[in-house]
């Protein structure tokens, strides 16, 4: 299945509340390095051929750069986040109409269920969905409805890696990236029992959020900076390890798979 992605330049990313353990307002975005590493992030998918699509920046949501969490596109198919914050909120409606132009089909959840897109990992045929600190196990039912398919569920239940996409990448449909301290046990048997090779982070790589990565097409791309250990163990898998600098994404909770919408077609 071939995908495209959908970004959003930083122009007004900061941190103007905390509401992830990663997030602190003592700890300022650095505009203009953020800025330079989005360029950087763009250049690498140029030159990997990957195409993309970037939303106008809403000066009135400075989390607005962590596009994958407003939702699931897929198929003229948009799952649109029913967000866990207020303060998050405005990021989906502006997500839904930029879908809505595109000619897609809007899917809304129950209004007490919530859906954030980082809690849905697709790879082929392979769904997996997290479930506990962002998003309601009850958004489960109505996203397989939606797309006719069944999800892998994961429960989440650490406070630091609270979506899916922080602490688990699919590289092949055999092959999967994990911060197993992340999940619970049954969740790690899960991971077991879907691949045959788990990969295991280290805390260290962790702290650069590594499995929030993008895999497009046999290449992945991470954040600069992670183990040879990891480097290591992904090549036999990937075509190509690229790494980005994206620590000004980190202060805020994500890095590349955060800020790079993966639209299925």
């Known amino acids: 299945m071939k995908k495209s992605l959908l970004l959003c330049p930083p122009t007004y990313y900061d941190i103007k509340y905390e509401i992830n353990p990663w997030m602190s307002k003592d700890n300022p975005i650095d505009k203009a390095r953020a800025m330079e590493q989005y360029e950087t992030l763009t250049y690498a998918y140029e030159q990997l051929g990957v195409k993309y699509d970037e939303?106008?920046?809403?000066?009135?949501?400075?989390?607005?750069?962590?596009?994958?969490?407003?939702?699931?596109?897929?198929?003229?198919?948009?799952?649109?986040?029913?967000?866990?914050?207020?303060?998050?909120?405005?990021?989906?409606?502006?997500?839904?109409?930029y879908f809505t132009e595109k000619g897609f089909h809007?899917?809304?959840?129950?209004?007490?269920?919530?859906?954030?897109?980082?809690?849905?990992l697709k790879f082929d045929d392979i769904y997996i969905f997290g479930h506990g600190k962002r998003s309601s196990k009850e958004a489960q039912k109505p996203i397989e409805k939606v797309l006719g398919v069944e999800l892998i569920d994961v429960e989440l239940p650490d406070d630091i890696f609270y979506h899916l996409?922080?602490?688990?990448?699919?590289?092949?449909?055999?092959?999967?990236?994990?911060?197993?301290?992340?999940?619970?046990?049954?969740?790690?048997?899960?991971l077991?029992?879907?691949?045959?090779?788990?990969?295991?982070?280290?805390?260290?790589?962790?702290?650069l959020m590594v499995c929030n990565l993008m895999n497009i097409g046999g290449n992945a791309v991470l954040t600069q900076g992670i183990s040879n250990t990891l480097k290591d163990a992904l090549?036999?898998?990937?075509?190509l390890i690229s790494t980005t600098p994206m620590s000004e994404y980190i202060k805020g909770g994500g890095s590349v798979h955060c800020v790079s919408l993966e639209i299925f077609e």
């Open 55 to 97: 939303l106008a920046p809403d000066e009135s949501v400075p989390d607005q750069v962590f596009t994958t969490d407003t939702g699931h596109a897929e198929n003229k198919k948009f799952i649109r986040a029913n967000f866990k914050y207020d303060e998050r909120k405005k990021e989906a409606d502006i997500a839904e109409a």
């Open 106 to 120: 809007i899917h809304m959840l129950p209004s007490d269920v919530y859906f954030e897109g980082g809690d849905l």
């Open 165 to 190: 996409d922080t602490c688990i990448a699919i590289i092949t449909k055999n092959v999967v990236v994990a911060n197993l301290n992340a999940l619970t046990k049954d969740g790690v048997e899960t």
């Open 192 to 207: 077991n029992h879907h691949f045959s090779t788990v990969i295991p982070t280290t805390e260290e790589d962790n702290a």
């Open 235 to 239: 090549r036999p898998h990937v075509e």
